[in-house]
């Protein structure tokens, strides 16, 4: 702790000298000057701790076969995490103000503070932490006919998800000095779907084709095809090319009921430095300015889109070489809102 700038002052509500204070005039061996007392203070005598209890549950299990020429499986996953936090020592804004007030907190002798006193100053806090993913994929494959170079391949597959989290804040109510506050909360729904067709069109060249529709109960359903070719004009060289798109949905601390608070240290411009004494005036010196950030509820997924061309070479069993080239473009890419425009307005 290093609470800075506490005022303890010289009477208490009932008009008796405040003891807590040194220089209220109490102790009659003191003869210095009285009044209220401006003092920095670490709270020594209060510890602060951490302990946190992490219980995970997880079941998984699966079937695979085959039947009518098909190779199939499923697999089920269950998950829970639950994780308890405590934390203590953190100080109290309204007890250290009630303790200023009524002087029931000794400053001047630690020692003479009961453990009540400093339970009320520091009353410690816990949560409970959960997070779930449960998960059911399904997925089969087979050939379907004859191509001239091998038989095509298909695969169909389908997967349903079920994602929450709840994290509550460490700090309700903004109630304990030296802590920002944070908290994320949300569940969804998600289904999917996808299929894919490796084509063995001659026997130098190869082409796979998929597609997958999912589905986010949040924000919606999109689409992400992929197709891929590879071409061995001779049996040394290989070139190969891809186009796709990617879907991102936003995680729950980006657009569930969620929220985060902190503390960055600031610098005032140099024009409004100059405006206002130079660096040795106090008013332009750094500072903490509090940040706070909330989760956006019609936040939309990042899209991309991705195409690579590549050249494999082997010209012999013990050397390789290839070149890869790789185009990513992403769109509606999410991140944190930017403050310059407020603080630009708050300097003019």
């Known amino acids: 702790h290093n609470t800075v700038g506490i005022a303890l002052p010289q009477f208490l509500p009932?008009?008796?000298?405040?003891?807590?204070?040194?220089?209220s005039g109490a102790d009659p061996t003191y003869t210095g000057q009285t009044g209220s007392a401006i003092i920095n203070y670490a709270f020594g005598d209060i510890p602060s701790s951490n302990?946190?209890?992490?219980?995970?549950?997880?079941?998984?299990?699966g079937v695979k076969g085959d039947?009518?020429?098909?190779?199939?499986?499923?697999?089920?996953?269950?998950?829970?995490?639950?994780?308890?936090?405590?934390?203590?020592?953190?100080?109290?804004?309204?007890?250290?103000?009630?303790?200023?007030?009524?002087g029931t907190y000794n400053f001047a002798n630690p020692a003479a503070n009961s453990a009540r006193v400093r339970s009320a100053l520091?009353?410690?806090?816990?949560?409970?932490?959960?997070?779930?993913?449960?998960?059911?994929?399904?997925?089969?494959?087979?050939?379907?006919?004859?191509?001239?170079?091998?038989?095509?391949?298909?695969?169909?597959?389908?997967?349903?998800?079920?994602?929450?989290?709840?994290?509550?804040?460490?700090?309700?109510?903004?109630?304990?000095?030296?802590?920002?506050?944070?908290?994320?909360?949300?569940?969804?729904?998600?289904?999917?779907?996808?299929?894919?067709?490796?084509?063995?069109l001659l026997e130098t060249l190869e082409m796979d084709v998929s597609g997958r529709l999912d589905h986010y109960s949040d924000v919606g359903s999109h689409f992400t095809p992929k197709i891929g070719i590879k071409?061995?004009?001779?049996?040394?060289?290989?070139?190969?090319?891809?186009?796709?798109?990617?879907?991102?949905?936003p995680s729950f601390s980006e657009n569930g009921s969620s929220s985060s608070q902190g503390f960055i240290n600031h610098t005032p411009p140099a024009d409004f430095i100059a405006a206002h004494g130079g660096s040795g005036n106090g008013y332009v010196n750094q500072y903490a300015l509090s940040l706070a950030t909330?989760?956006?509820?019609?936040?939309?997924?990042?899209?991309?889109?991705?195409?690579?061309l590549g050249v494999l070479v082997q010209p012999t069993s013990w050397l390789?070489?290839?070149?890869?080239?790789?185009?990513?473009?992403?769109?509606?890419?999410?991140?944190p809102a930017d403050a310059s425009a407020a603080l630009a307005n708050y300097y003019a």
């Open 14 to 23: 009932s008009g008796q000298l405040n003891p807590a204070n040194p220089f």
């Open 51 to 61: 302990s946190y209890t992490n219980d995970v549950f997880r079941f998984a299990g």
């Open 67 to 102: 039947a009518f020429g098909w190779d199939y499986s499923s697999n089920l996953v269950v998950a829970h995490s639950s994780l308890d936090t405590v934390q203590k020592g953190f100080i109290s804004y309204t007890a250290l103000i009630d303790a200023v007030t009524n």
């Open 122 to 200: 520091a009353p410690g806090y816990d949560k409970t932490s959960t997070s779930d993913l449960d998960s059911l994929d399904l997925a089969a494959n087979r050939s379907l006919w004859d191509m001239a170079g091998g038989p095509l391949g298909f695969a169909v597959g389908a997967q349903f998800r079920h994602e929450s989290i709840d994290d509550p804040t460490l700090n309700p109510d903004f109630e304990f000095q030296g802590l920002g506050n944070a908290h994320t909360k949300g569940s969804r729904n998600v289904s999917a779907g996808y299929v894919e067709f490796n084509a063995p």
């Open 231 to 249: 071409w061995k004009p001779f049996d040394w060289v290989a070139l190969r090319g891809t186009y796709s798109k990617g879907f991102r949905a």
């Open 294 to 308: 909330l989760a956006n509820k019609d936040i939309k997924p990042e899209k991309a889109r991705n195409y690579t």
């Open 320 to 335: 390789n070489v290839s070149v890869d080239y790789f185009n990513i473009k992403k769109e509606n890419v999410i991140g």
